[in-house]
């Protein structure tokens, strides 16, 4: 986005304090899953501010490990999207899904463990020596397009 001349300010939502979005021309929010669910902070950010999001141009993107399977990696078919879109009424007018990185290096031995147990249901990748990047950054580039014309 910051090609297309726009200024970009991020802001993590589990750091406050956050900037107040009326203050932006477009909001763009994005929620990794962690065991299954898009965090708390998301949806409860979406509610208090849901009179602006629906005025302004907005968009959602949500990461995950499921959306390395290329029958899961869009907003129609990706599980975690779809209930995003259950949970919550706000319709923005661009989605995505990304696939996200498994890191078994920089993780806890529970994580871990239950990351390489659902990895081996999955079919994933189970070695823990080592990350895995599974984004496909021309697809999180044209999204920053695509937001750039809304
Ligand atoms: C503790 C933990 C639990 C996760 N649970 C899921 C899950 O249930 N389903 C999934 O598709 N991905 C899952 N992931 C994968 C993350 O969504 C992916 O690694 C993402 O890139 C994490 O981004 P973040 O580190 O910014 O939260 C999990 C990752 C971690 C670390």
Known sequence: MEGQRHEVVLASLDTGPHPVPDSFDKIVIGASIRYG????????????HRALLE??????????IVA???????????????????QTAWRPGQLAVFAGRLDYPHYGAFDRFMIRLIMRITHGPTDTSRSYEF????????????????
């Open 55 to 64: 005025c302004k141009p907005s968009a959602f993107f949500s990461v995950n």
């Open 135 to 150: 984004t496909d950054w021309a697809k999180v580039e044209a999204f920053g397009e695509a937001v750039g014309k809304l």
């Open 37 to 48: 669910r898009h965090r708390k902070a998301v949806f409860d950010f979406i509610e208090h």
């Open 68 to 86: 390395r399977k290329p029958e899961k990696c869009d907003p129609h078919s990706n599980p975690y999207m779809r209930k995003f879109l259950r």
